[in-house]
């Protein structure tokens, strides 16, 4: 019998049932249609379906099974319908066991659905495409967000978000895209794209580029889910363990990050007891899985790296008691696996917590002047440094240069606010105040 539910619970039930189903829904029906615009067609109008029934018979004991049979029925009633594609329709019938057959619960076929989940993220992040478009596809197809969701996550309107999704989708049907899992090298260097693509959605849910959040919780929450199933699909991968670790110990801090008047608050100023202590748990322990098969020569990269970094701050119980040292010896490893501009000013914040500011100003001599132009992040972390080193001037004319890169208005004010402390310092002669700065790894 399907179970009851109250009217203001329904919109809640319907919502979570898409998302935990939609990438099952779209990648069987894909696997069957061959045509992927289909099956988000078909999968969409089995939540329509959905909206209308639902509130009137409740939620099914098994909400996927009942999603999966509309979908399938509504594919076999198009393919009846175009004439020219009887052969389709056959091909659907066999996959659905006959159009009058009981669709098996979907708990009978967890491998087989969770294969055709594992497909639809690869194909998501297909290297014909963009990683903005990879992200944004991903978010669509595997998240199950909606095109609007999407594009108010990345602040643009939702008709360029639009194009932007089916811009992918005809680059996919251009290029011929397989709906199959690659192999060999091809599975190697596809499993990195679509690891990146997590990593930068979860970058953009817990430190936002733009506007006035400073976070978007739900965007970090999609990648740490998604990251949690990729290690279900590769589970001996040091790597993929290293990323879901990495995020886990990330997310662990979020609580932590906002004040109760809604003001960003960093690491180092930070409420350890409000890091949630069940995410570090779990990040530590998946991290510890990693460490293992590190210790028996498997190969280790970037993301096992940060992930490594960011547990020296989750063991630490206060931030005096971090092991800088360690963390600049970890970023110089890093810097040598993954060489990259966002590294080097991360490792210059590790050296100069672990050496003294004037360690962290040599590293960032190093780079190149061009590098980061852009962002918020050279200057920001120039000016910690200059500040730490009591050279407060310096300090407030770089810490306005980065408020006048950044294009989020919670790491503005953070900006505005320490140069300003840093001028008024200058002024004064007086000593000033401890950074803040988080020197997140590997996080932007």
């Known amino acids: 019998m399907p179970a009851q539910t109250s009217s203001e619970n329904l919109d809640e039930a319907i919502v979570t049932t898409w998302r935990a189903e939609s990438a099952r829904l779209v990648g069987a029906l894909t696997r069957m249609t061959r045509d992927l615009d289909l099956a ?91 990683p903005e478009s990879r992200a944004a596809l991903t978010l669509r197809l595997v998240g199950g967000l909606t095109t ?173 008691d971090t092991n800088w040292r360690r963390i600049a010896a970890l970023y110089d490893v890093l810097a040598s696996a993954a060489p990259g501009a966002v590294v080097e000013v991360n490792r210059a914040v590790a050296h100069g917590r672990a050496f003294g500011p004037d360690s962290g100003l040599a590293v960032l001599s190093g780079l190149d002047a061009g590098a980061l132009s852009d962002s918020p992040l050279l200057p920001s972390v120039r000016g910690d440094l200059l500040e730490r080193a009591g050279l407060h001037a310096q300090a407030a004319e770089a810490f306005t240069e980065a408020a006048g890169l950044t294009s989020n208005e919670g790491e503005r004010a953070v900006l505005q606010r320490r140069a300003q402390e840093n001028l008024t310092a200058s002024r004064h002669g007086a000593a000033g105040q401890d950074s803040t700065g988080e020197g997140d790894p590997g996080l932007s």
């Not at 076929?109 to 194909?123: A, P």
């Open 40 to 130: 988000e067609d078909l999968a969409q109008d089995a939540l329509v379906a959905a909206l209308e029934q639902w509130p009137v018979g409740g939620v099914p004991e098994n909400p996927g099974a009942w999603l999966m049979a509309v979908a399938k029925r509504r594919g076999v009633d198009h393919f009846r319908r175009a004439d020219t594609l009887r052969r389709k329709t056959a091909e659907l019938e066999h996959a659905r066991g006959g159009e009058e057959a009981t669709v098996p619960d979907l708990d009978d076929q967890v491998d087989s659905i969770e294969d055709d989940v594992l497909r639809l993220i690869f194909l998501s992040c297909h290297p014909a495409l963009t």
């Open 148 to 320: 609007s969701e999407i594009a108010r996550a990345f602040l643009v309107s939702e008709s360029s978000m639009g194009q932007r999704i089916s811009r992918a989708k005809k680059t996919l049907v251009t290029t011929r895209a397989q709906f199959e899992l690659p192999t060999g090298p091809e599975r190697t260097a596809r499993l990195g794209d679509v690891m990146a693509v997590i990593y930068l959605i979860f970058n953009e849910g817990y430190s936002a580029t733009a506007g006035e959040d400073w976070m978007r919780p739900a965007l970090a929450d999609e990648a740490l889910r998604l990251a949690r199933m990729l290690v279900g699909f590769a589970p001996d991968d040091v790597e993929v363990l290293g990323l879901q670790a990495l995020l886990e110990i990330q997310a662990s801090r979020m609580p932590a990050r906002l004040d109760s008047r809604g003001e960003p608050v960093l690491l180092e100023a930070q409420d350890r007891s409000r890091w949630d202590a069940l995410l570090v748990r779990r990040g530590l322990a998946v991290l510890g899985r990693a460490e293992q098969l590190a210790s028996q020569g498997a190969a280790v990269g970037k993301y096992f790296l940060q992930a490594c970094i960011a547990a020296e701050h989750a063991r630490a119980g206060r931030a005096e």
